[in-house]
């Protein structure tokens, strides 16, 4: 069986990254509501040229939000190579251990999602990120065009709300993971 493959030239896809963005103390999700579909949807958006994936998922998520959240270390499993200091590092307690010591936390994105979206093929990066839900929320940092509430539900909610099925798989998947639900 032939190993499907698509080429796309920059011209034809770009890439977006997002956040599963939680308050780990509150047990809360961040989701925003686009008013103007009427979907509940995670926060995600755009690359910029030059932006690195992180920074283009912690940008977005406080563009759309007005949240500001922080990439959260966690223990997916994932396909990436490990660095080559990552066994002398195991064991000295640094911060990229769990808190028992064995497994090896990381930003590393958690999924990556393709779509098709006017044309265009939508390659998005989804990463795990914490916020504090009793912070307020910064006013006017969503594009003109953006019409988002930003909610934060209780995480054995908000998975049930959600618009689209491979956001509430992604929720899921965190809620899971960091919550142990």
């Known amino acids: 069986m032939a190993t499907p493959r698509t080429l796309h030239f920059s011209t034809d896809f770009c890439i977006s990254c997002g956040t599963v963005t939680v308050d780990i103390q509150a047990k809360k999700a961040l989701l925003i509501f686009d008013r103007l579909k009427g979907e509940y949807l995670l926060p995600k958006g755009r690359r910029n040229i030059g932006e690195t994936l992180e920074a283009a998922a912690v940008r977005e998520t406080f563009e759309e939000t007005g949240i500001r959240c922080r990439l959260l270390p966690h223990s997916f499993p994932t396909l990436a190579t490990q660095p080559a200091d990552a066994e002398a590092d195991a064991g000295k307690g640094g911060e990229d251990l769990s808190k028992d010591g064995n497994e090896r936390l990381t930003t590393e994105p958690i999924a990556v999602q393709q779509r098709a979206s006017?044309?265009?093929?939508?390659?998005?990066?989804?990463?795990?990120?914490?916020?504090?839900?009793?912070?307020?929320?910064?006013?006017?940092?969503?594009?003109?065009?953006?019409?988002?509430?930003?909610?934060?539900?209780?995480?054995?909610?908000?998975?049930?709300?959600?618009?689209?099925?491979?956001?509430?798989?992604?929720?899921?998947?965190?809620?899971?993971?960091?919550?142990?639900?």
């Open 118 to 181: 006017r044309g265009v093929w939508k390659i998005i990066f989804w990463f795990v990120a914490e916020a504090d839900s009793t912070v307020d929320k910064i006013d006017g940092t969503q594009e003109e065009w953006e019409q988002y509430d930003t909610l934060w539900v209780d995480v054995k909610d908000a998975r049930q709300i959600m618009s689209r099925e491979d956001d509430r798989e992604i929720l899921g998947e965190v809620v899971e993971s960091v919550f142990g639900l």
